[in-house]
């Protein structure tokens, strides 16, 4: 199946998701369903509609889409708060544990375990990765199921990088030659950039954990009291960050979008992003140049790891009923055939090891959806701060990391203000 091939099936797919049917069925159930994102709603709507084709007694409500993970956790936190939660929700892996910690404190968390239990012999092995499922465990119980993975890669302009003389046949595959690339492509032409990094211009702290994984370091201490890159494993990753964009010139956001906008228009020859933009890469791009994706540089190849982007789904429903039918629709979304279709719309890793048998000939035809399989042997856990914390400590560090690959700021300057602010953080809230 071609790219322009998929999108044109995933536009009739939606249209024919949001069409009113003439006659509405009767159901027994309805379970009401919330995640973060609003593009996400583009892939979801033809998947729920299917499920309750092949279910009519049970109908599934999409909620309005949070604006980010964030706002999704603290959306559901007030709902805790109102007795007011929505029967299945998609939290991102970092924002797991500190949703499973609330419920936890107000027997509100549904173990999924008893319901993998009841499905035939050998059925999770059958369907899932170990290593995948892990993703969905807090402290060795199974809170949730993996319905989204990824691990941020190198976006290309294979045409810039032939123009300035490199090769996607020897594209470099360490930092130090990404970035002289950059500036050779930077060179070559008068109105275009060579690459962007800004590692604070997402709502989350996924860049930064990057920065620190992919180094061989760990995101706090053993106590979780203060950050665990105090050492010279982090002021390595501060370096880089600085180095990636002091040395190439480039251009520090603090949004995604401007460098996404600026690598459509063909005036960017990299940009770091998630895998699971793929299709929307391509479609924005538009054949106005060969677009490439190529694994993320890895600076520790022993030791570092990328951290695992994405979400899980929990069931918060709490009638037997409901969870009953809940379940239905977790085995369903992240069944073979439905992780299958989110691939090849997106460009998430799926998450159910049966689809990579339905996806042999999409890959073979779609190479750029295929690159964060190659480095899914480095996938790590993106750590959930302690207590709900996670949106303050990433703030003070955006901050800190802004001014850092501004040239503000050293990078020791920069990890002994990490180090305080966090600490700080870590000891208000615990």
Do not use: C
Not at 365 to 388: E, G, K
Not at 393 to 402: F, G, T
Not at 411 to 426: F, Q
């Amino acid at each position: 199946m071609k790219t322009k091939t998929i999108f044109a099936f995933v536009a009739a797919a939606i249209a024919s998701a949001l069409a009113v049917p003439a006659k509405a069925q009767s159901t027994d159930i309805t379970l009401n369903f919330f995640h973060a994102y609003p593009s996400t709603a583009a892939f979801l709507q033809p998947v729920v509609k299917d499920f309750m084709r092949d279910n009519p007694g049970i109908a599934i409500n999409l909620q309005v889409p949070a604006e980010d993970y964030a706002k999704a956790h603290q959306t559901i936190m007030r709902d805790v708060l109102t007795n007011n939660l929505p029967d299945i929700y998609l939290p991102a892996y970092s924002w797991l544990r500190p949703l499973v910690k609330t419920l936890e404190e107000r027997g509100l968390a549904v173990n999924l375990q008893p319901f993998m239990d009841k499905e035939t012999a050998g059925w999770a092995k059958e369907n899932y990765a170990e290593s995948v499922l892990n993703l969905g465990k807090v402290e060795g119980k199974q809170f949730a199921v993996p319905f989204n993975a990824s691990t941020p890669i190198l976006y290309v302009n294979a045409d810039l990088v032939t123009k300035a003389g490199g090769s996607m046949d020897k594209f470099p595959d360490e930092w130090q030659g990404v970035i002289d690339l950059a500036n050779r492509i930077k060179a070559s032409s008068s109105d275009v950039a060579g690459l962007n990094f800004s590692v604070g211009a997402l709502a989350s702290d996924w860049y930064w954990q990057l920065m620190v994984l992919s180094q061989g370091g760990r995101i706090v201490n053993a106590d979780e009291t203060g950050i665990g890159f105090d050492n010279e494993t982090g002021l390595k990753a501060l370096q880089l960050a600085q180095d990636i964009s002091l040395k190439t010139g480039m251009t520090v956001d603090t949004s995604t979008d401007p460098a996404h906008q600026q690598f459509f228009a063909g005036k960017l020859g990299m940009v770091v992003a998630s895998p699971s933009g793929v299709a929307n890469f391509t479609k924005a791009v538009g054949g106005r140049f060969d677009m490439r994706t190529v694994r993320y540089p890895m600076p520790d190849r022993n030791k570092g790891g990328l951290p695992t982007g994405g979400n899980a789904v929990v069931i918060l429903a709490q009638e037997p009923a409901k969870q009953d039918a809940a379940w239905k629709f977790v085995k369903y979304l992240t069944s073979a055939k439905v992780q299958a279709q989110i691939a090849q719309t997106t460009g998430y890793m799926p998450t159910n090891r049966n689809s990579a048998a339905l996806l042999t000939e999409f890959y073979a035809a779609n190479p750029n959806f295929r690159t964060v399989f190659a480095q899914m042997d480095n996938a790590a856990t993106w750590y959930a701060y302690p207590n709900n914390m996670g949106s303050t400590v990433w703030k003070a560090q955006a901050e800190i990391l802004d001014q850092l690959q501004r040239g503000a700021l050293t990078p020791k300057d920069a990890l002994a203000r990490m180090a305080e602010r966090v600490a700080a953080i870590l000891k208000k809230g615990s």
